[in-house]
């Protein structure tokens, strides 16, 4: 493992530079992805942002959206192409190659450096190159952290500065989780100091529901919720044809369960979703219960102390009733007091 200051002098040489986020990706890993493109064109580098899938609308004012590679559909031979030839690959907001689910082979094989930066625990040592802080409320963060420590600052443009501020905003649930460190508050106050218009961003991200999310909103959360109190548990369980009757996009789904979770009580939330070829998951909860460790032995998941998700190929009510199963042997540490 070499130190990341060591990089800078590779950066400084022009290079074939792929940025790879983890799959569906969110507005921590695309925002860290896009203003990690911006810095990197400013030295002149042949540099794509590679992602495994589509991700949701509301992320798509990003600047440099419209230069995404998409792996998962028609760019599949120039992703893989690409990803062969480089001489560095940046692996943002994802701890473990696992994550880039159809990527991960062609990254695993490719002869590149490659540059962790992330925040996830359970961290795989694959990386040349790391700059990896579990503490670290985004991987966002780590990106101006990034700068930095090349002492490229200045070279972070208002685009660039309004990517991060997205990340951070985002996995931090707008400043409210505990990850809110005062230093998030101060990058935060230099982002505004660049130019950044924290209103705008919250709109963008926030404030674009189509009707039919909405929709699909007040139908999960009035069909589709059951708490279970001698638990502190409430999940929700949304099915194809649910998704289908709200004309359903990548994305709309996204926050649902912090709805669950925001019943006063509840400690664990769960929401699980039929994708057509598995059951995603998003579980969430507050305080000491892990659902990081919860949906990494039950669930092919991982994510943090707080949030984490999991994927499953069994059908949906067999996943929900899986998931109804393990409550009672988790009832103590959901419901000490
Ligand atoms: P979300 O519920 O928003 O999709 O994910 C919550 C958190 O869990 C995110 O930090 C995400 O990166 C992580 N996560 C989601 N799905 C998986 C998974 O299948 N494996 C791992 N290791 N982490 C996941
Ligand atoms: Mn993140």
Do not use: Q
């Given at each position: 493992m070499q130190q990341i200051e060591e990089l800078k002098p590779k950066l400084e040489q022009s290079k074939k530079i792929a940025i790879v986020p983890h799959r569906r990706p969110d507005a921590d890993a695309l925002g860290s992805c896009l203003a990690m493109l911006g810095y990197l064109k400013q030295y002149s580098h042949d540099v794509k942002v590679i992602s495994p899938d589509e991700y949701p609308?509301?992320?798509?004012?990003?600047?440099?959206?419209?230069?995404v590679v998409i792996h998962?559909?028609?760019q599949k031979k120039k992703a893989e192409l690409f990803i062969a030839e480089a001489d560095l690959i940046f692996c943002l907001?994802?701890?473990?190659?696992?994550?880039?689910?159809?990527?991960e082979k062609h990254v695993r094989n490719a002869k590149a450096t490659k540059v962790l930066i992330d925040h996830h625990?359970?961290?795989?040592?694959?990386?040349?190159y790391e700059l990896y802080e579990?503490?670290?409320?985004a991987t966002a963060e780590l990106i101006f952290d990034f700068l930095n420590k090349m002492q490229?600052?200045?070279?972070?443009t208002i685009p660039m500065a309004e990517c991060i501020y997205a990340g951070i905003m985002t996995d931090t649930g707008s400043f409210k989780y505990?990850?809110?460190?005062s230093k998030v508050h101060r990058i935060i106050a230099d982002l505004i100091d660049i130019g950044v218009k924290p209103e705008k961003i919250h709109r963008l991200i926030y404030?674009?529901?189509?009707e039919n999310r909405i929709k699909l909103l007040g139908f999960a959360l009035d069909q589709r919720l059951t708490v279970l109190k001698e638990f502190n548990t409430a999940y929700m369980a949304i099915s194809m044809s649910d998704l289908k009757k709200f004309q359903s996009k990548n994305g709309?789904?996204?926050?649902?369960?912090n709805y669950a979770l925001?019943?006063?009580?509840?400690r664990l939330a769960a929401l699980f979703i039929d994708r057509g070829d598995s059951i995603s998951m998003s579980f969430r909860s507050v305080g000491d219960f892990s659902v990081s460790e919860f949906a990494n032995t039950h669930f092919n998941g991982g994510g943090h102390k707080n949030a984490s998700g999991g994927k499953m190929t069994e059908p949906l009510e067999k996943v929900v009733d899986f998931f109804v199963s393990l409550l009672p042997f988790y009832k103590e540490k959901l419901c000490d007091t």
């Open positions: 609308d509301f992320l798509k004012w990003m600047h440099g959206n419209e230069e998962e559909y028609e907001d994802f701890s473990s190659l696992d994550r880039t689910e159809s990527l625990p359970g961290k795989e040592d694959f990386a040349d579990p503490k670290a409320s490229d600052v200045d070279k972070l505990s990850s809110t460190s404030d674009t529901n189509t709309d789904t996204e926050g649902l369960v925001s019943i006063e009580g509840i």
